[in-house]
C-alpha cells in the first residue's frame, strides 16, 4: 500500500514541478496528473505518459523536467510546442 502511495505521490510532485517550469501567461493543461503502476515486481520495467496540450496564446518549450527521486526519469520533448499543440512526458520508474 506504501508504495502505491508513494508512486503516485511522486508523479504528482513531477508534474507539479512542470507546470511551474512554464513562463507567465503559459498554461499547459494535461489529461490526468496521476498514475497508480498498482502492484509491481522488483526490477520490472514500468512506464507511463502523461499526456499535455499548449492551452495559451504562444509557443511552450519544456527546459528541465525534474524527478523527485533518482529511480525516476522522465523524458520530454525538447522542441517548443506551438498553441493548441498536444505533446507528451513518458515517465520511467525503476522498480
Not at 506504501?2 to 494535461?30: N, R, Y
Request: with cysteine; charged share 20%.
Amino acid at each position: 500500500m506504501k508504495f502505491k502511495f508513494f508512486t503516485s505521490l511522486f508523479v504528482l510532485a513531477l508534474l507539479a514541478l512542470t507546470v511551474q517550469a512554464q513562463e507567465p501567461g503559459h498554461q499547459i493543461k494535461f489529461e490526468k496528473t496521476t498514475h497508480d503502476f498498482g502492484t509491481l515486481d522488483q526490477g520490472a520495467p514500468c512506464a507511463t505518459t502523461f499526456k499535455f496540450a499548449n492551452t495559451s496564446d504562444a509557443p511552450i518549450k519544456l527546459t528541465n523536467v525534474k524527478a523527485s527521486c533518482g529511480c525516476t526519469t522522465p523524458n520530454w520533448p525538447r522542441e517548443a510546442i506551438a498553441p493548441g499543440q498536444t505533446s507528451e512526458i513518458k515517465v520511467t520508474y525503476d522498480s
